[in-house]
């Protein structure tokens, strides 16, 4: 069994606070929230990192942002912006080696990064 925490939530072994699922990604709220609205977009297969991207699976990109502009107009984000992060390695900010999106809403987000 996959020790891939992202993986766990994925299929369902352990509790999070699942916001949306279909056959290939599963959106939900992140653990500790940086912003009102703060959830995460992940395929469920396990894909380490946006460098793992390739022509075999970029489709999934174009997917991954469908249901996050979707889920972004249901919490009604889509009028004053939002914001998508994706942190790739350690000098990235990286933590959880599972692709994820971040999605930040709800508030005025400041640039740039630290
Ligand atoms: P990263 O730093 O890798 O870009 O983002 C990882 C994110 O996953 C962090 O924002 C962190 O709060 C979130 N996270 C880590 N573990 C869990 C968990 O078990 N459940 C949820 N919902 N979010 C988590
Ligand atoms: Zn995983």
Redesign the pocket.
Known sequence: MSEC??CK?AHGE?P??IIYEDDKVVA???????SPV?F?VIPKEHIPSIKNIDEDNASLIGHITMVINSIAKEKGLDKDGYRI???CGEH??????HL?F?VLGGRYLSWPPG
């Open positions: 925490i992202f939530i352990i999070s606070d939900f709220n992140d653990i500790e929230p940086q703060h995460l992060v994706n942190n990235g900010g990286q933590t959880v080696e994820h971040h």
